[in-house]
């Protein structure tokens, strides 16, 4: 069974930084590209980011609203995947899941993480 | 990147079929078969009911399908049941190589 297990949300004061952790289950995880969304309360889905294994290079692309400021990584040897988030702002104040990609869409995902940005 | 069109809300009566349309640009939508939709019930994770326009995952009701026309994908569900009373997002690959989501839709079942 697949399990995303995320971890390491919290209250932030706007221009800190914090960082999540994915510990995947279930699955062959160094083969997986993977994935942030994130939910802002009451609001929508938004795409922040995501890696590609690292037989595919392990590249990684970002939402406009997040480039330079946030940063993917994984640890296949632990089987998890990492998001650096810095120099956070209000408008991060959201709930963070991490999924796995497949072809174009977002195959599982985990139960979340919340993150508050306020001072 | 702009999000994906989405009306706010449809509504239907059990047994009775919906559909939920959701526009974009020949960018994004209209350019690649990477259109997928999520439900979220509340206070849960999204979870995957069409993958590639009109594929179904393993375990997801046939009541669910896909499909796409130009830059306007579709989602219906037919024999509507209580259950399905939830948000329903879209998503598709852009041409920027990102993600974008549609705004979401609030399906009531009457």
């Known amino acids: 069974e697949v399990q995303l297990v995320e971890s390491g949300g919290g209250l932030v004061k706007p221009g800190g930084s914090l960082r999540l952790s994915c510990a995947a289950s279930?699955?062959?995880?160094?083969?997986?590209?993977m994935t942030w969304v994130r939910q802002a309360p009451g609001k929508g889905l938004e795409w922040v980011g995501r890696?590609?294994?690292?037989?595919?290079?392990?590249?990684?692309d970002y939402a406009a609203p997040v480039k330079g400021r946030f940063t993917i990584s994984r640890d296949d040897s632990k089987n998890t995947l990492y998001l650096q988030m810095n120099s956070l702002k209000t408008e991060d104040t959201a709930v963070y899941y991490c999924?796995?990609?497949?072809?174009?869409?977002?195959?599982?995902w985990g139960q979340g993480t919340l993150v508050t940005v306020s001072s | 990147q702009s999000a994906l069109t989405q009306p706010a809300s449809v509504s239907g009566s059990p047994g009775q079929s919906i559909t939920i349309s959701c526009t974009g640009t020949?960018?994004?939508?209209?350019?690649?078969?990477?259109v997928s939709w999520y439900q979220q019930h509340p206070g849960k994770a999204p979870k995957l009911i069409i993958s590639?326009?009109?594929n179904r995952p393993s375990g997801v009701s046939n009541r669910f399908s896909g499909s796409k026309s130009g830059n306007t994908a579709s989602l219906t569900i037919s024999g509507l049941q209580a259950e399905d009373e939830a948000d329903y997002y879209c998503s598709s690959y852009t041409s920027s190589i990102t993600w974008v989501f549609g705004g979401g839709t609030k399906l009531t079942v009457l």
């Open positions: 020949s960018s994004d939508v209209g350019g690649y078969n990477y």
């Open positions: 890696i590609k294994s690292k037989t595919d290079g392990g590249t990684t």
């Open positions: 279930g699955f062959t995880f160094s083969n997986a590209w």
């Open positions: 999924t796995t990609q497949r072809s174009g869409s977002f195959e599982y």
């Open positions: 590639d326009v009109s």
